[in-house]
């Protein structure tokens, strides 16, 4: 069974940064990739990151890449979300889910199982 459990959404000033915990069960981590979307109010669903389960490689939305970083502690079965020079526009619901990757010129993101999310507001 998937389990997840999001944590860590909060208010912060434009520029501040956050970090976004993923809380997972050992059979989630073992079996699957785990990685982040977004949805923002009245706008789709947006991949942005995935990291293999095997060979922890990482993969980003390439308009996020540089800013975000998701890593991933396994003695904890967490997956976090580090989130730096946070802007409003990544304002929304963050979700942690299990994922899978292909390049189509940009790396694309599927996602199958999820969490409840947890809230991010940049707002000044």
């Known amino acids: 069974q998937v389990q997840l459990v999001e944590s860590g959404g909060d208010l912060v000033q434009p520029g501040g940064s956050l970090r976004l915990s993923c809380a997972a069960s050992?059979?989630?981590?073992?079996?699957?990739?785990i990685g982040w979307f977004r949805q923002a109010p009245g706008k789709e669903r947006e991949g942005v990151s995935c990291?293999?389960?095997?060979?922890?490689?990482?993969y980003y939305t390439d308009s996020l890449k540089g800013r975000f970083t998701i890593s991933r502690d396994n003695a904890k079965n967490t997956v976090y979300l580090q989130m730096n020079s946070l802007k409003p526009e990544d304002t929304g619901v963050y979700y942690c889910?299990?994922?899978?990757?292909?390049?189509?010129?940009?790396?694309?993101?599927?996602?199958?199982?999820w969490g409840q999310g947890t809230q991010v507001t940049v707002s000044s």
């Open positions: 889910a299990t994922c899978r990757t292909y390049y189509n010129g940009d790396y694309v993101f599927e996602y199958d199982y």
């Open positions: 050992e059979y989630t981590l073992n079996l699957y990739n």
């Open positions: 990291m293999g389960r095997s060979d922890g490689k990482t």
